[in-house]
């Protein structure tokens, strides 16, 4: 059977997204099509140039978000 992989797929893949059967279908399409396993180098090279960033939210809103949950309903 054949598949159509998108760049969406291979991008849960890189990120580890994929359910087991999902990930071990995808690599073994890695191996057969050669176009996808470009595609992949191109993608993950674009991910290794991304830069890491940590998000967090600012402390008012920690705080409001904790004294609404100490509010009776």
Known sequence: MTHNYTDFITISYLYNELDLFSKLEYEF???????LAESYEL???GRDLLPEITLSPKLSVIESILAYSRQDV
């Open 43 to 45: 993608l993950n090279e």
């Open 29 to 35: 399409a890695l191996d057969e099509d050669s176009s």
